[in-house]
């Protein structure tokens, strides 16, 4: 157990066993349970009790409901800590949620809820340690992009059942907004048409909350979240996005606040003020965790090379920029760390075969088929955003800048370069890793080649274009685990054998670390 003080050893970083009541939880508590946000102090608690049939999600309907909660040093509830009550209804969709305070900071606990002599499934959830603490060790299971539509959450389980992370990092996606055969077609999605009304964003979140795997994962330990685009649409800007057609679907600000209204019902997550997504969670001196909202706040995306460097263009918006200033250059930490929706490197995409080249650009979001040097809805498209933090990053001297990153569906391992054009000798300030997608289409799927075939090409290319890039694969889905030390952070890919197999193995696909105040990376072979 990773305690405030620091670790004993390593066998003590492995989290008090979950007893498996999933199956024993009342038929009130179908949605499960789920923990977010730690502090040293606090946590999130979450859960959905259906009190009648009739409330279902979505629906309106079900009557005002007075739901218990209970929060234990172990799994029988023999030592409860603390609990208390929570009023919720179908103004709330009748979801719970509870920030659960004096607590005692870096320890593992128990939690439940109750409701007219039903259970909830046991929950387990971890407090953050001491702001003051010195800890030897973290590790998070970090994920991205878990397309209900593409196949089982597989990867859910196994970090569910590894028994030694801290926290899951989710960097978007959460869900899909697509009807039925958009994107994805093993599994179907409801409500049967494309998400746009309050009700349909509920039903949506309810129905990935009905996953198995998923609620295996939320009941092994707290989360941290932030959204993407299709928690509300593809390629959502400030004012839009590209799946959204104004007039036609309303407003895209009515359904950006419905979206974002279901959002915070269903998810474990404390927002700030004014719907602030964007937050800093800290872990003693070992680490603080800074999670971005990439699509609140940023400009369209651009329709040419001019104006992805145009100054007057931002990503993250004045505030959020600030924000995030402060905390790459905060002192006291160890690392600093980016929970980053959308790739933060410099990448220049070679020509590649039209095979490849049609399915990269609807990926990644370029332009042409055939190769450009920029990203438009990643930080290649607001350029001038990523040089105000690469030039802060240097000119202040900050190491040990680390930047977790999802969206593209596929793997990659960055040092974040001074200049592209002049790397290495320019030097780094920072680096990032890109993790795979849960089960969203990559190359192999967009191409329909076997998979290591079309890509591998194109995986050449573009480390040989991009001297920056350490290593990228295009083609496999999965998880990863992301490990921090005082002297080094690792993060290790896992992928799966098959996402349509619930049962899918995995198997450690490759590593890298990072030593503290190099600002390098390095392969490693064996897995934390």
């Given at each position: 157990?990773?305690?405030?003080?620091?670790l004993?050893?390593?066998?003590t970083?492995?989290?008090?066993?979950?007893?498996?009541?999933?199956?024993?939880a009342g038929?009130?508590?179908?949605?499960?349970?789920?923990?977010?946000?730690?502090?040293?102090?606090?946590?999130?608690l979450?859960?959905?009790?259906?009190?009648?049939?009739?409330?279902t999600?979505?629906?309106?309907?079900?009557?005002?409901?007075t739901?218990?909660?209970?929060?234990?040093?172990?799994?029988?509830f023999?030592?409860?800590?603390?609990?208390?009550?929570?009023?919720?209804?179908?103004?709330?969709?009748?979801t719970?949620?509870?920030?659960?305070?004096?607590l005692?900071p870096?320890?593992?606990?128990?939690y439940?809820?109750s409701?007219?002599?039903?259970?909830?499934a046991?929950?387990?959830?971890?407090?953050?340690?001491?702001?003051?603490?010195?800890?030897d060790?973290?590790r998070?299971?970090?994920v991205?992009?878990?397309?209900?539509?593409?196949?089982?959450?597989?990867a859910y389980?196994?970090?569910?059942?590894?028994?030694?992370?801290?926290?899951v990092?989710?960097?978007g996606?959460?869900?899909?907004?697509?009807?039925?055969?958009?994107y994805?077609?093993?599994?179907p999605?409801?409500p049967?048409h494309?998400?746009?009304t309050?009700?349909?964003?509920?039903?949506?979140?309810?129905?990935y909350?009905?996953?198995?795997?998923?609620q295996?994962?939320?009941?092994a330990?707290?989360w941290?979240?932030?959204w993407?685009d299709?928690?509300?649409?593809?390629?959502?800007?400030?004012?839009?996005?590209?799946n959204?057609?104004e007039?036609?679907?309303?407003s895209?600000?009515?359904?950006?606040?419905?979206?974002?209204?279901?959002?915070?019902?269903?998810?474990?997550?404390?927002f700030?003020?004014?719907?602030?997504?964007?937050?800093?969670?800290?872990f003693?001196t070992?680490?603080?965790?800074?999670?971005?909202?990439?699509r609140?706040h940023?400009?369209?995306?651009?329709?040419?090379?001019?104006?992805?460097?145009?100054?007057?263009?931002?990503?993250?918006g004045?505030?959020?920029?600030?924000?995030?200033?402060?905390?790459l250059?905060t002192?006291d930490?160890?690392?600093?760390?980016?929970?980053n929706p959308?790739m933060?490197?410099?990448?220049?995409?070679?020509p590649?075969?039209?095979?490849?080249g049609e399915?990269?650009?609807?990926l990644?979001g370029?332009?042409?088929?055939?190769g450009?040097?920029?990203?438009?809805d990643?930080?290649?498209?607001?350029?001038h955003?990523?040089?105000e933090?690469?030039?802060?990053?240097?000119?202040?001297?900050?190491r040990?800048?680390?930047f977790?990153?999802?969206?593209?569906?596929?793997s990659?391992?960055?040092?974040?370069?001074?200049?592209a054009g002049?790397?290495?000798?320019?030097?780094?300030?920072a680096t990032?890793?890109v993790v795979?997608?849960?089960?969203?289409?990559?190359?192999?799927?967009?191409?329909?080649?076997?998979?290591?075939?079309?890509?591998?090409?194109?995986?050449?290319?573009a480390?040989?274009?991009?001297?920056?890039?350490k290593?990228v694969?295009?083609?496999?889905?999965?998880?990863?685990?992301?490990?921090?030390r005082?002297?080094?952070v690792q993060?290790?890919?896992?992928?799966l054998a098959?996402r349509e197999?619930?049962?899918s193995?995995a198997?450690?696909?490759k590593s890298?670390?990072?030593?503290?105040?190099?600002?390098?990376?390095?392969?490693?072979?064996?897995?934390?």
């Amino acid at each position: 157990m990773l305690r405030a003080g620091g670790l004993a050893g390593a066998a003590t970083l492995l989290a008090p066993a979950l007893p498996s009541s999933a199956a024993e939880a009342g038929p009130a508590f179908r949605h499960g349970v789920a923990s977010g946000d730690p502090l040293p102090d606090a946590v999130i608690l979450w859960t959905r009790v259906t009190p009648v049939e009739d409330a279902t999600p979505g629906s309106g309907a079900g009557p005002d409901v007075t739901v218990r909660w209970q929060i234990a040093h172990d799994p029988a509830f023999r030592d409860v800590v603390v609990g208390g009550t929570a009023r919720t209804g179908p103004d709330r969709d009748h979801t719970v949620t509870v920030d659960a305070t004096g607590l005692a900071p870096g320890r593992w606990y128990f939690y439940r809820f109750s409701w007219h002599g039903q259970r909830s499934a046991v929950g387990r959830t971890r407090t953050a340690p001491a702001a003051t603490a010195s800890p030897d060790r973290l590790r998070f299971g970090v994920v991205s992009c878990s397309n209900w539509q593409a196949g089982h959450f597989a990867a859910y389980q196994h970090l569910a059942e590894r028994g030694d992370i801290d926290a899951v990092l989710h960097l978007g996606d959460y869900l899909y907004e697509y009807a039925p055969g958009e994107y994805g077609n093993f599994r179907p999605h409801d409500p049967p048409h494309e998400m746009v009304t309050l009700s349909d964003y509920r039903r949506r979140h309810a129905q990935y909350k009905t996953d198995p795997q998923l609620q295996a994962l939320h009941a092994a330990c707290p989360w941290i979240i932030t959204w993407d685009d299709h928690e509300t649409a593809n390629d959502a800007w400030s004012g839009g996005a590209e799946n959204h057609t104004e007039g036609v679907e309303g407003s895209w600000t009515a359904r950006r606040r419905r979206a974002r209204r279901a959002y915070a019902e269903w998810m474990p997550i404390r927002f700030g003020d004014d719907w602030r997504l964007y937050r800093r969670l800290r872990f003693g001196t070992l680490a603080e965790l800074t999670m971005l909202d990439l699509r609140s706040h940023r400009s369209k995306q651009a329709a040419t090379v001019g104006e992805a460097d145009d100054p007057g263009r931002t990503i993250v918006g004045a505030e959020q920029l600030g924000f995030l200033r402060d905390s790459l250059t905060t002192e006291d930490v160890r690392w600093k760390l980016v929970g980053n929706p959308v790739m933060f490197s410099p990448l220049l995409l070679p020509p590649a075969p039209r095979v490849v080249g049609e399915p990269l650009a609807e990926l990644t979001g370029l332009v042409p088929e055939d190769g450009v040097p920029f990203n438009v809805d990643q930080w290649d498209g607001y350029q001038h955003d990523r040089r105000e933090l690469i030039r802060l990053l240097g000119h202040r001297d900050v190491r040990n800048a680390v930047f977790l990153t999802g969206d593209i569906h596929t793997s990659w391992a960055f040092e974040v370069p001074v200049d592209a054009g002049t790397y290495p000798v320019s030097g780094t300030v920072a680096t990032e890793f890109v993790v795979p997608s849960v089960t969203s289409d990559n190359i192999d799927e967009l191409t329909g080649a076997p998979p290591r075939t079309a890509s591998v090409s194109v995986e050449q290319a573009a480390m040989a274009l991009n001297r920056h890039l350490k290593w990228v694969e295009l083609d496999s889905h999965g998880y990863t685990v992301f490990d921090v030390r005082p002297d080094r952070v690792q993060l290790d890919w896992y992928f799966l054998a098959d996402r349509e197999n619930a049962r899918s193995a995995a198997t450690h696909a490759k590593s890298y670390a990072v030593t503290a105040g190099t600002q390098r990376m390095h392969e490693v072979s064996d897995p934390v």
